[in-house]
């Protein structure tokens, strides 16, 4: 069984910061990179940041300069610090853990957490 545990979301103004949290937890034993995910009202979920189990990351665009990503790999935690944030950063933030089972690989997701930014 695994956890994911998310925490740090809130409302905050436009220009402010944000930090998020996740800590992945039970029968996680390999992983080969957590990241962040975001989702607006609407159907799709987008793609905001990945870290590896070394360290490499991979931002989208509407990321880059503004949020960084970080991980405590003994914690199995990943961080994303928001900075200058607007409001069209306003969604529901998922953590994803990718979990390296022999060949393949499994996805786990933590709960959403909603991040409002007020203009």
């Known amino acids: 069984q695994v956890q994911v545990a998310v925490s740090g979301g809130g409302k905050v103004q436009a220009g402010g910061s944000l930090r998020l949290s996740c800590e992945a937890s039970?029968?996680?034993?390999?992983?080969?990179?957590m990241g962040w995910y975001r989702q607006a009202p609407g159907p799709s979920r987008e793609f905001i940041a990945t870290?590896?189990?070394?360290?490499?990351?991979n931002y989208a665009d509407s990321a880059k300069g503004r949020f960084t990503i970080f991980s405590d790999t003994a914690k199995k935690a990943v961080y994303l610090q928001m900075n200058s944030l607007k409001s069209e950063d306003t969604a529901v933030y998922y953590c994803?853990?990718?979990?390296?089972?022999?060949?393949?690989?499994?996805?786990?997701w933590g709960q959403g957490t909603q991040v409002t930014v007020s203009s």
């Open positions: 870290i590896t189990i070394g360290g490499r990351t």
């Open positions: 039970g029968s996680v034993l390999n992983i080969d990179r």
């Open positions: 994803n853990v990718v979990d390296r089972i022999g060949m393949g690989y499994v996805d786990y």
